[in-house]
């Protein structure tokens, strides 16, 4: 299986200030056949499924701010808020879809300071 | 849009079967070339990917569920479903159904269903 760490486990950041979480795969992720990334991060937040964010490592999803972008290769990745707000509060997640079983990572739960 | 809907039973007993299924709307589950997928979620805890099914049937299962679970699709009633057998305590959570698309495994999400399993 393909090991998805995350960190840290929680953050808080001010409003308007950068939010930064890390995602590290104990194997490389990158798909061969496009050289693309088969990285994806989910947003969720209390009492709701995950939404999808971004694909392919840095790809935004339809609909997604911009204020939201992915970036890294291989077996270490970066979701990066450039400015939090208040509706950003959630946990996100990292998940991996390489090769089954699908994985994910534990999880960063990001709060306002 | 796509929609996605998780029916079932809330309380099953230990050792017994849990059955669920998914009810898709706004497309044909036989169009296309998508995995359908379950996966859940323990109260306050990360998610874990049980299995998926393919349009064309072909279905894969995380091993570490492998010897329990069982997912099948009922292309009449625009359905796709899960049992998971032998459960325990250890199998209370939330319970999501999703569909991916050729960039992602999970765009599509049901709003998910608590199953919690007790005497």
């Known amino acids: 299986d393909i090991v998805m760490t995350q960190s840290p486990d929680s953050l808080a950041v001010s409003l308007g200030e950068r939010a930064t979480i890390n995602c590290k795969s104990s194997?490389?992720?990158?798909?061969?056949?496009?050289?693309?990334?088969?990285l994806a991060w989910y947003q969720q937040k209390p009492g709701q499924p995950p939404n999808l964010l971004i694909y392919w490592a840095s790809t935004r999803e339809s609909g997604v701010p911009d204020r939201f972008s992915g970036s890294g290769s291989g077996t270490d990745f970066t979701l990066t808020i450039s400015s939090l707000q208040a509706e950003d509060v959630a946990v996100y997640y990292c998940q991996q879809y390489l090769i089954t079983p699908l994985t994910f990572g534990g999880g960063t739960k990001v709060e306002i300071k | 849009q796509v929609q996605l809907q998780e029916s079932g039973p809330g309380l099953v007993q230990p050792s017994q079967t849990l059955s669920l299924t998914c009810t898709v709307s706004?497309?044909?589950?036989?169009?296309?070339?998508?995995?359908w997928s379950w996966l859940r979620q323990p109260a306050g805890k990360g998610l874990e990917w049980i299995g998926r099914i393919y349009t064309s049937g072909s279905t894969d299962y995380n091993p570490s569920l492998k010897s329990r679970v069982t997912i099948s699709v009922d292309t009449s009633k625009n359905q796709f479903s899960l049992k998971l057998s032998s459960v325990t305590a250890a199998d209370t959570a939330v319970y999501y159904c999703a569909r991916g698309t050729d960039y992602a495994d999970f765009v599509y999400w049901g709003q998910g269903t608590l199953v919690t399993v007790s005497s």
């Open positions: 194997q490389s992720v990158l798909y061969s056949s496009n050289n693309k990334n088969r």
């Open positions: 706004g497309g044909s589950i036989s169009s296309g070339s998508y995995y």
